[in-house]
């Protein structure tokens, strides 16, 4: 159990659980990508530490570049624009690997998988650990998905609550 300022979290997913579900997602990428070196696109920061893991199990010759994604509030009718920041290379005729801590609706994503196509890749493919299937508002691919959750607020293992519980082996839930 975690107690962060008012909110208590309780054991969701244990960190041996996730050992051994990344270590198949990195089979699958070794597998996929053999014969190509991608570019590994890591959203910081709640990606940083499943995207350690997943890196530190792959065989294949990749390439790893960290981006983040701020959010602001437009003045029209669409709502929140989210800006890519970070990205200090082209990403034309490359093949992309997103890597995300979770997937929520499906817009930050979505945006950032945009963003990143404009510039011509040669392929765009997402990695994300968490994906809430109930909770997502647009059709999207997600071509490897850790753990299919239910919509509750989780955090650990790279995912924040106000900026605390990062530095957790395990994912924990709100109670
Ligand atoms: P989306 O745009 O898919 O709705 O939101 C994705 C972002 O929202 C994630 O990258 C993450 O920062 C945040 N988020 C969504 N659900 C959760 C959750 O259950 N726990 C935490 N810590 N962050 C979440
Ligand atoms: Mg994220
Ligand atoms: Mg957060």
Do not use: H
Not at 41 to 69: H, M, Q
Not at 155 to 173: A, E, M
């Amino acid at each position: 159990m975690l107690t962060i300022n008012d909110k208590t979290f309780v054991p969701f997913i244990t960190a041996d659980t996730i050992q051994a579900r990344v270590l198949e997602l990195a089979g699958q990428i070794n597998q996929d990508y053999a014969t190509r070196q991608p570019l590994i696109v890591v959203v910081l920061n709640g990606a940083f530490i499943f995207a350690a893991d997943l890196l530190k199990n792959l065989t294949i010759s990749c390439e790893i570049t960290f981006i983040r994604v701020a959010s602001y509030q437009q003045t029209s009718s669409t709502g929140q624009l989210r800006q890519i920041l970070g990205l200090s290379q082209s990403v034309a005729n490359r093949d992309l690997i997103i890597v995300e801590d979770i997937v929520d609706t499906g817009f930050t994503i979505s945006e950032i998988r945009d963003q990143l196509s404009a510039d011509g890749p040669t392929s765009v493919a997402i990695a994300t650990l968490l994906f809430k299937p109930t909770a997502l508002q647009r059709p999207l691919q997600l071509d490897y998905v850790g753990f299919e959750i239910e919509n509750r607020f989780v955090l650990g293992y790279g995912l924040d609550y106000d900026g605390l519980g990062r530095n957790t082996r395990d994912i924990l839930v709100l109670a």
